[in-house]
């Protein structure tokens, strides 16, 4: 059966700094792989979707940015966190070429201060 | 665009009531449809599917009927229990080429003794 992890599962950082996030996925190959930013009390904002190995594309304009260096792994990075960077992060993976259901990760909860 | 529009919350019960919860959808094709389940502090779980009109999901008995002609996908339960209490989001996927898909603003139910 396929799984997804992410981790952290929780992270503080102050403003300014970095930031990487990472997402596996485990079962399956060729996925299309999502992140997206729940903000406290609101819905999910697609940040980036890729569809395979170096094949990103971005949703919203913003500091963040995404790289899919395997398969099978979906990496969300900063070179500086803003306050409202803030949020929950969730990872998805997809099949190929199916009704394009979506299964999430357990999520990271950001904290930036 | 596509769109999702679902009720606001929070929808409040007593356990043992009737659950509906209202989504409607805006699409230029012919969308599937979905519902996740997303309870404190985790990821969003899919709850049911329908790919076609006048398909009913199932699940957990939770139900969804695909209605092309009123573009909607109310999720109903006829029985609810605390552990229901969750947020629910309804979602469409059209197929065009970006397997991507698109969420209403999420509807939170809380379930009472």
């Known amino acids: 059966s396929q799984t997804i992890h992410q981790w952290p599962a929780t992270l503080v950082q102050p403003v300014g700094s970095p930031l990487s996030l990472e997402c596996t996925v485990e079962g399956t190959s060729n996925p299309n792989l999502y992140w997206y930013r729940q903000a406290a009390g609101r819905g999910l904002q697609l940040l980036f979707y890729?569809?395979?190995?170096?094949?990103i594309s971005s949703e919203v304009p913003q500091n963040l940015s995404a790289s899919r260096p395997q398969d099978r792994q979906f990496i969300l990075s900063s070179k500086k966190l803003l306050l409202s960077d803030s949020g929950f992060y969730l990872c998805?993976?997809?099949?190929?070429?199916?009704?394009?259901?979506?299964?999430f990760g357990p999520g990271t909860r950001l904290t930036v201060t | 665009g596509d769109s999702v529009t679902q009720m606001e919350g929070p929808v409040t019960l007593s356990e043992e009531a009737f659950l509906t919860i209202n989504c409607t959808y805006t699409a230029t094709g012919y969308p599937s449809l979905f519902w996740y389940v997303q309870y404190p502090g985790e990821g969003l779980q899919l709850l049911l599917k329908a790919t076609k009109a006048d398909d009913k999901g199932s699940n957990k008995g939770f139900e969804a009927t695909y209605r092309k002609e009123t573009t909607s996908f109310h999720l109903e339960k006829g029985s609810v229990q605390v552990s229901d209490s969750a947020v629910y989001f309804c979602a469409l996927s059209d197929y065009l080429g970006y397997s991507t898909l698109t969420f209403g603003k999420g509807t939170m139910l809380l379930v009472s003794p």
């Open positions: 998805a993976w997809s099949v190929q070429g199916g009704t394009y259901e979506q299964y």
């Open positions: 890729s569809v395979g190995i170096g094949q």
